[in-house]
């Protein structure tokens, strides 16, 4: 099994729904959870990223984690057509290394 | 700023040859990191350093993967003989020491090994 799992799409959406990204994880000792985003060709770079359990928004973007159940997810509210990438969820482990999912590739067509 | 600096972009070689990617970090990032992206694989760790000393290599997948940082704005990536199993794209990022601190990467070096 992975230490994290997500799913690659691709997720096509229309301009202006609201998305849904997900990961789950099965270690319990990674620390920080991240989400990057990646456009064609570029590498990827942070979006957000948060510490603890709960909610954490900034502008469209919404980041949860629920340690508990281990799963992250990432909401993006009025997704725009250049929302278009794929998105990464990324977490730390105690040696500082980061452990990155499959990345979901994102279409938002206008 | 200047972000972090890869060369080359991209690299197409046949297979046996030796090949070297460059990488130059932010100014004042004391970590450095080499990933692997690949369709199968994701986003894997090879290796990073802190202070140019390597700390964790065990992501490096064979002894013909090997890493170096002589100074503080410059490291490489070399893979002697090189395989078509190599085709990937590799990353090079940087960050600063100290707490959470998040890693900014490069554009990356698309390498195809015929």
């Known amino acids: 099994q992975k230490e994290v799992e997500q799913d690659p799409g691709p997720l096509s959406v229309p301009e202006g729904a609201i998305v849904s990204l997900n990961c789950t994880y099965s270690?319990?000792?990674?620390?920080?959870f991240m989400w990057y985003r990646q456009y064609s060709r570029k590498g990827p770079e942070l979006l957000m990223y948060t510490y603890s359990s709960g909610n954490k928004e900034d502008g469209r973007f919404t980041a949860q984690v629920d340690k508990s159940s281990k799963y992250i997810s990432l909401f993006i509210r009025d997704s725009q057509p250049s929302d278009s990438a794929t998105y990464l969820c990324a977490l730390e482990n105690q040696g500082g290394k980061l452990i990155f999912g499959q990345g979901t590739e994102l279409s938002v067509k206008p | 700023d200047a972000g972090v600096i890869q060369s080359p972009r991209h690299e197409v070689t046949e297979m046996g040859q030796e090949v070297t990617l460059r990488c130059k970090p932010i100014s004042g990032h004391d970590y450095l990191f080499w990933y692997r992206q690949t369709m199968m694989r994701g986003l894997e760790l090879l290796i990073y350093?802190?202070?140019?000393?390597?700390?964790?290599d065990s992501g490096m997948p064979e002894d013909r993967f090997s890493a170096k940082m002589p100074n503080a704005s410059f490291s490489t990536l070399k893979i002697q003989p090189s395989e078509p199993r190599d085709s990937a794209v590799y990353f090079c990022?940087?960050?600063?020491?100290?707490?959470?601190?998040?890693?900014?990467f490069g554009d990356g070096t698309r390498l195809s090994i015929l």
């Open positions: 270690n319990s000792a990674f620390q920080y």
């Open positions: 990022a940087s960050s600063r020491p100290g707490g959470y601190q998040p890693q900014h």
């Open positions: 350093f802190n202070n140019n000393v390597p700390i964790d």
